[in-house]
């Protein structure tokens, strides 16, 4: 494709007759560093969209006329920067093209007070208005598939998360890490005024945020009396330092497993924003749901993409009927079995094949657990007061660090009511017994005929639902999703966007 610069706003609708392909669009005010060159590569490297980076100034979002005429302008640079990075085509518009003066159908927006009122916008009075009145009228203008933002300004990008929510506008946004120059700073347009002596500060302003962080996985607290006191050992100017809800902004509770340590400080004339993500443990998806609804193949590709541990609950379950099958125990005898649970093991453990295999008791039964036998007792199982306290006791157990996907019945209301994400994912009874026939694993299922397939499905739900311990519920702040229609990667990569809304991209424990 050929590289375009275009300078007209006219000029756009014929551009985008003309490409014939969804727009990745990477807005940016110029002076290209290598957190622009991070947001244009991976829109490159995510799809085979047509790539546009946009140059522009946005003098609404200068609350300091000085600031506005002094802010670096390295146009040329900036061409070279996104052509040779991935980008399509670059937009610079003038001001009267954004603004035009008779245009009396642009409007200035107003950012929610509830986002807009807090950090940065405390002192700068109507710059995320000014924010949100640019960016509107550039994805009006260009009609993005996606949008991708930087997590440096993470209240910037709730704020325009909220616009393309409220506006109803359709497109993604897409946002990645904080990108960090050789010295820990945040990469910054702005850093070109720094003196030696003012980035030396703002070096120290980041290490304390980064050190703060690390404490913060060991002992799970912040004192930020402590880390103000350090910094003003240094005679940083602190404009503020807050510990927040990193979606809300309000401040951080004791309940919260991420929270957000954002500071803004002034170096000399130039103000620098930092933030980190405090976590306690890794982030958990949690997804619960009828059989047949597609559960298991879902959460396994969502493991894998994300890089998370896959903790299939239900197999655990069918683990332990399967047990008790084989050795003939009699569950109904209580103490008989909390005795005989204290010796079982349940261990999974990836193959040669990257799958995944159910070992109890150091048998390997990821086959045999998948039998009609096993599906027919599973339930009657699995309501066993006994047989619950001690699986979900081990479930816990796995999921003390985070870091995981799991998927069962009662994943989001009993085992993990702290998720960070809760999915219920279902389905009609005809997709889902269509979906169990075509279950090459299970032999045996496919020699059931559809009716009866249905039959027994509806069975297993009535008593999935019904029964007095941890029943199938959908958790009151879960996300149900219907997926009939859908293919498994559309399901996944929809889990995937809910994850990535719920969880910073900077925020993992490595």
Same mark, same amino acid.
């Given at each position: 494709?050929?590289?375009?610069?275009?300078?007209?706003?006219? #000029?756009?609708?014929?551009?985008?007759?003309?490409?014939?392909?969804?727009?990745?669009?990477?807005?940016?005010?110029?002076?290209?560093?290598?957190?622009?060159?991070?947001?244009?590569?991976?829109?490159?490297?995510?799809?085979?969209?047509?790539?546009?980076?946009?140059?522009?100034?946005?003098?609404?979002?200068?609350?300091?006329?000085?600031?506005?005429?002094?802010?670096?302008?390295?146009?040329?640079?900036?061409?070279?920067?996104?052509?040779?990075?991935?980008?399509?085509?670059?937009?610079?518009?003038?001001?009267?093209?954004?603004?035009?003066?008779?245009?009396?159908?642009?409007?200035?927006?107003?950012?929610?007070?509830?986002?807009?009122?807090?950090?940065?916008?405390?002192?700068?009075?109507?710059?995320?208005?000014?924010?949100?009145?640019?960016?509107?009228?550039?994805?009006?203008?260009?009609?993005?598939?996606?949008?991708?933002?930087?997590?440096?300004?993470?209240?910037?990008?709730?704020?325009?998360?909220?616009?393309?929510?409220?506006?109803?506008?359709?497109?993604?946004?897409?946002?990645?890490?904080?990108?960090?120059?050789?010295?820990?700073?945040?990469?910054?347009?702005?850093?070109?005024?720094?003196?030696?002596?003012?980035?030396?500060?703002?070096?120290?302003?980041?290490?304390?945020?980064?050190?703060?962080?690390?404490?913060?996985?060991?002992?799970?607290?912040?004192?930020?009396?402590?880390?103000?006191?350090?910094?003003?050992?240094?005679?940083?100017?602190?404009?503020?330092?807050?510990?927040?809800?990193?979606?809300?902004?309000?401040?951080?509770?004791?309940?919260?497993?991420?929270?957000?340590?954002?500071?803004?400080?002034?170096?000399? #004339?130039?103000?620098?924003?930092?933030?980190?993500?405090?976590?306690?443990?890794?982030?958990?998806?949690?997804?619960?749901?009828?059989?047949?609804?597609?559960?298991?193949?879902?959460?396994?590709?969502?493991?894998?993409?994300?890089?998370?541990?896959?903790?299939?609950?239900?197999?655990?379950?069918?683990?332990?009927?399967?047990?008790? /099958?084989?050795?003939?125990?009699?569950?109904?005898?209580?103490?008989?079995?909390?005795?005989?649970?204290?010796?079982?093991?349940?261990?999974?453990?990836? !193959?040669?094949?990257?799958?995944?295999?159910?070992?109890?008791?150091?048998?390997?039964?990821?086959?045999?657990?998948?039998?009609?036998?096993?599906?027919?007792?599973?339930?009657?199982?699995?309501?066993?007061?006994?047989?619950?306290?001690?699986?979900?006791?081990?479930?816990?157990?796995?999921?003390?660090?985070?870091?995981?996907?799991?998927?069962?019945?009662?994943?989001?209301?009993?085992?993990?009511?702290?998720? #960070?994400?809760?999915?219920?994912?279902?389905?009609?009874?005809?997709?889902?017994?269509?979906?169990?026939?075509?279950?090459?694993?299970?032999?045996?299922?496919?020699?059931?005929?559809?009716?009866?397939?249905?039959?027994?499905?509806?069975?297993?739900?009535?008593?999935?639902?019904?029964?007095? /311990?941890?029943?199938?519920?959908?958790?009151?702040?879960?996300?149900?999703?219907?997926?009939?229609?859908?293919?498994? !990667?559309?399901?996944?990569?929809?889990?995937?966007?809910?994850?990535?809304?719920?969880?910073?991209?900077?925020?993992?424990?490595?």
């Amino acid at each position: 494709m050929k590289k375009v610069i275009i300078r007209k706003t006219e #000029e756009i609708e014929n551009w985008r007759r003309n490409i014939n392909s969804e727009i990745n669009f990477i807005p940016t005010m110029g002076n290209l560093h290598n957190g622009h060159v991070k947001l244009i590569s991976t829109a490159k490297n995510d799809n085979s969209n047509v790539n546009l980076v946009s140059i522009f100034i946005n003098p609404l979002q200068f609350d300091n006329k000085l600031d506005l005429e002094n802010y670096p302008k390295t146009i040329d640079n900036d061409i070279k920067i996104s052509f040779s990075n991935g980008a399509d085509a670059i937009f610079i518009p003038s001001n009267e093209d954004i603004y035009p003066p008779n245009n009396k159908n642009i409007k200035l927006l107003k950012a929610p007070i509830e986002l807009s009122s807090a950090l940065c916008g405390l002192d700068r009075i109507g710059h995320f208005d000014g924010v949100c009145t640019v960016v509107y009228r550039l994805l009006n203008l260009i009609k993005p598939k996606n949008l991708y933002l930087g997590e440096k300004d993470w209240q910037q990008l709730l704020i325009l998360k909220n616009l393309v929510l409220k506006k109803k506008l359709n497109v993604a946004i897409k946002s990645i890490a904080t990108q960090r120059d050789f010295d820990g700073i945040p990469l910054s347009s702005r850093n070109v005024h720094l003196s030696k002596n003012e980035r030396k500060l703002i070096r120290f302003f980041s290490s304390e945020l980064l050190e703060a962080k690390k404490n913060f996985q060991k002992e799970k607290k912040i004192n930020l009396n402590e880390i103000i006191k350090k910094l003003s050992t240094k005679k940083i100017s602190i404009e503020y330092l807050e510990h927040l809800h990193p979606h809300t902004l309000k401040k951080a509770r004791l309940e919260d497993n991420i929270s957000l340590l954002a500071g803004a400080i002034r170096c000399g #004339e130039t103000r620098l924003i930092d933030h980190v993500f405090l976590m306690k443990r890794r982030p958990i998806i949690a997804i619960d749901g009828p059989a047949g609804s597609g559960k298991s193949t879902v959460t396994k590709l969502i493991a894998r993409k994300l890089k998370l541990l896959y903790l299939d609950t239900g197999a655990m379950y069918r683990a332990l009927s399967w047990l008790m /099958i084989k050795e003939s125990i009699d569950y109904k005898k209580e103490k008989k079995l909390e005795d005989i649970l204290k010796d079982i093991s349940i261990v999974f453990k990836s !193959n040669i094949n990257s799958h995944q295999d159910v070992f109890i008791n150091n048998y390997c039964v990821t086959e045999e657990i998948r039998s009609q036998e096993i599906s027919s007792i599973v339930s009657k199982i699995s309501s066993i007061k006994e047989v619950r306290k001690f699986l979900v006791k081990e479930q816990r157990k796995i999921g003390e660090s985070g870091g995981l996907v799991a998927e069962g019945r009662d994943i989001g209301t009993t085992v993990f009511p702290d998720a #960070e994400l809760k999915i219920f994912l279902t389905a009609s009874i005809d997709e889902r017994a269509k979906r169990r026939k075509s279950d090459e694993q299970s032999k045996e299922i496919q020699e059931i005929d559809l009716d009866t397939l249905k039959e027994l499905i509806k069975k297993r739900d009535f008593e999935d639902s019904n029964r007095e /311990i941890s029943p199938l519920i959908k958790a009151n702040d879960a996300i149900e999703i219907f997926t009939d229609g859908y293919s498994i !990667n559309e399901v996944v990569d929809k889990i995937i966007d809910l994850y990535n809304e719920k969880v910073p991209k900077e925020a993992e424990i490595k």
